[in-house]
């Protein structure tokens, strides 16, 4: 149900106490209608209907063992009341939506976009979504970020509704956490505790769970909570006693303070860990370069189709589904242009409005993988509402990322065939190059494959060699990584022409016959 205010059934808050004044009628309508189209699509991502593959998706067998793990309904280890709770582990499962908007058609709209995201978050993290609250307000209030009388028209929501959750879409202060907490009298978690919630869901390597590990603890560090004399484990000095001295005694370390440290020793050594791992994709990256074999990252908002566009032009096989943040362990194939020239491309984390910041930076290693690339394809759900914000958050994250302001940028406007084609012309017409796709159908990956193809870098040393057949080694390089005009087999070895890159050229010139 939509909870509105001014219902009989729903006496209206003090905070909503002008039902006179049609400016406050008029904002009260357009938050009411923002939530109704908010709830009637419940999060965008889950309900839409369920993945459909293609035959390049092979036999989705990650898909098959994360769908066998999804969270039973009705399955609850919460406490009926929130503040019995020191520490708590996310769960989701009945929740309520909460956002602000400034006022105006323009930030109602902008609104609408985000809550209908942050439904899509919600059920990808294994929810239901049973109602929503928005409040047009200049900006958060300091102690419970709706003010206290929408707050205690948010605890008649939750009451009414039998929900265990309410997620706020945005990052809250600890503050506004427990103070919101203490009116609603459930859970309440903000957006990047959600996000936080997926990608531990969704991790499955060993880097990728100490990344999210780390950004959880990051996370968690100020957000720790205590309560009172229980929280003391030592007695500093000898308490009670005598012989110690003034200022010596004192509770000495406490429980929460302990535990501070211990995730700070944690975060520590995550850290380590993370950075040892660092060296072998690095090697892996040298050895790309050693054998000049260029890199394509594809990079792009979450649940726009990067995945899929991967399997089609590579066949490889790799996870689809139609949720967000599928993908979180970065993916590399290696494909070949219709001219034989052999490449890499690398599948990467989605991003998404308001990424935390947290996930950035544990992401970082992982990222560096799209500044290292050849060329950038940024992906791009085209029948997504609001394409260009997509486009603007995923270059916000980008530009903390070293190398990537240098790599060339081709926009793939994917699902075309489902796409509103005044969109498409109007995103097509505000970026420099653009392609239009759908890994789904299969339409434009054709000229996809021949951008890149001629977007990637070329040899650049013209060859006429001939090879002893000794060094067959030599001759299959040339296949993989050059470009070959002619090939003849002589008595005395492989005659090749063509152009290969500077270090291979040497090579074959030290063995030339």
Do not use: C
Request: charge should be negative; avoid cysteine; charged fraction near 30%.
């Amino acid at each position: 149900m939509t909870h509105i205010p001014t219902d009989p059934e729903h006496p209206a808050t003090p905070a909503a106490a002008t039902p006179d004044e049609p400016a406050a009628r008029d904002a009260q309508a357009i938050a009411n209608d923002v939530v109704a189209r908010v709830l009637a699509r419940a999060g965008t991502a889950r309900s839409e209907g369920a993945t459909v593959h293609t035959a390049h998706d092979g036999d989705q067998l990650d898909l098959a063992e994360r769908s066998a793990l999804r969270r039973v309904a009705g399955l609850s280890t919460e406490l009926d009341d929130v503040t019995e709770v020191e520490y708590r582990q996310l769960r989701l499962e009945k929740v309520v939506l909460v956002g602000l908007y400034p006022g105006g058609e323009h930030a109602a709209r902008e609104a609408e976009v985000s809550l209908r995201e942050l439904a899509a978050l919600a059920e990808t993290a294994g929810s239901q979504v049973l109602d929503g609250l928005l409040q047009k307000r200049a900006k958060p209030d300091p102690g419970t970020f709706l003010g206290s009388g929408k707050a205690a028209e948010l605890a008649d929501v939750v009451a009414a509704t039998g929900a265990d959750t309410v997620v706020v879409d945005t990052e809250l202060a600890p503050s506004q956490r427990r103070g919101l907490e203490d009116i609603v009298k459930v859970k309440v978690v903000d957006r990047t505790a959600l996000i936080l919630d997926i990608f531990a869901q969704h991790a499955k390597s060993r880097e990728g769970k100490a990344q999210v590990e780390l950004a959880q603890l990051e996370y968690l560090l100020p957000r720790l909570r205590g309560w009172g004399e229980s929280m003391s484990r030592q007695a500093g000095g000898q308490v009670g006693g005598a012989g110690a001295g003034m200022g010596s005694r004192g509770p000495g370390e406490t429980k929460i303070e302990l535990d501070r440290r211990r995730i700070r020793n944690r975060m520590a050594k995550l850290r380590r860990e993370i950075a040892a791992m660092a060296p072998s994709r690095e090697t892996k990256r040298l050895d790309r370069r050693r054998h000049a074999i260029p890199n394509v990252a594809i990079a792009g908002y979450t649940n726009a189709g990067k995945s899929s566009l991967l399997n089609a032009l590579t066949d490889a096989g790799v996870l689809v589904e139609n949720a967000l943040f599928a993908t979180l362990d970065p993916t590399v194939r290696r494909a070949r242009t219709e001219d034989g020239r052999v490449y890499t491309l690398a599948d990467t984390v989605g991003f998404v409005r308001h990424l935390p910041h947290q996930l950035v930076e544990a992401f970082r290693s992982t990222l560096e993988e799209v500044g290292d690339a050849a060329l950038l394809l940024h992906v791009v759900d085209a029948s997504h509402p609001d394409p260009e914000g997509q486009i603007d958050a995923v270059r916000e994250v980008l530009a903390e990322i070293p190398g990537v302001e240098d790599v060339p940028e081709v926009v793939v406007l994917n699902k075309a065939d489902v796409a509103d084609p005044e969109v498409v012309g109007r995103v097509q017409r505000r970026e420099r190059r653009t392609v239009v796709v759908s890994a789904h159908s299969g339409e434009g990956v054709a000229e996809l494959k021949a951008l890149v193809a001629a977007e990637l870098p070329r040899p650049a040393v013209e060859i006429d060699v001939v090879v002893p057949y000794s060094r067959g080694d030599l001759v299959h390089r040339v296949h993989e990584n050059g470009e070959l005009a002619t090939e003849e087999h002589l008595a005395e070895g492989t005659r090749l022409q063509g152009r290969v890159d500077a270090a291979l050229a040497a090579e074959l010139s030290r063995v030339a016959v």
